[in-house]
């Protein structure tokens, strides 16, 4: 080892010698890039000392149809029920508590990026909800698009005995919440949907300022789709001062189920959190119960 201190003694290499050692750094570097990126995107979950599995591991999956999305299981890789979990990118949900959670119940976490977000952004627009706004003043229905995509992905799960299509929940946080309700109305195998500080209403949010008129974007409220969760278990948690996405919005929707959708259960929390748009403390918790509940109710039908 040198010292930094002391000058090198080491003659200076060669310009043939320094044009071949820059070569094989570059290939060395190209291999390792190319090794990192698959081992976190092949490897299976690690265990900690508690025995949670690692918030850090998860499985990259492409379906026959070429749709990427991220798997994450615990050690048992029997057929398992499985929880689609949604927000922004996959490697947040699928990285956050609320998926440690719902795999501690047993469940199987699935998630793709959201529109807008990660391989669904595209360049020619502009990013995460503002490519909302712009596909919907196109005229294009990205909610139609995505579920389509999220059947595809359950349909995979289930022919590769991976996801039991008897036990599928929907979960989501804020813009995630939207995607979620919509998910479960869309397919009937979705038995149970929450929502988490959900958005119940595009035009509540300040980036659709301006298209309260606007047809396809009011359409896309799930208060008008309340119906489709006949049946369903259905968890909403909001904030009792939540002014971005409108505590109202997602109690209107959680009455709009009751009155609407026979047979569902549901179970709807407004819990003081006076920092506005955030998950209240106890939601964690009432995740785990109701998730829990999911489960035990279903497999005594």
Sequence with gaps: MIDRNTPSTTRPPTTRGVRRGLEAGALALACSVFLVANVRASQPSKRTVAGDPSPQQFRSLITPDGIQFGLRQGPDKALAPAAFLFGSLLTEVLTSEHCRILLTAGYVCVALDAPGHGLDRATSE???????????????????????????????????????????IAVGGSRGGFLAFHFAGSDPRVRGVAGLAPVTELRALDDFRGMHDHKLTASLSPICHAARLVGRHVLVIIGDRDNRVGTDHATALARQISKDAEGARIDLHVLAEPRGHHHPAATDELLRTWATKCLREDTTR
């Design 126 to 168: 502009p990013p995460e909800l503002r490519s909302w706004r712009h596909r919907l003043a196109a005229g294009r229905n990205f909610v139609s698009a995505v579920n389509t995509k999220l059947s595809s992905i359950l349909d995979y799960l289930v022919a590769e005995r991976i996801a039991d299509p008897a036990l599928v």
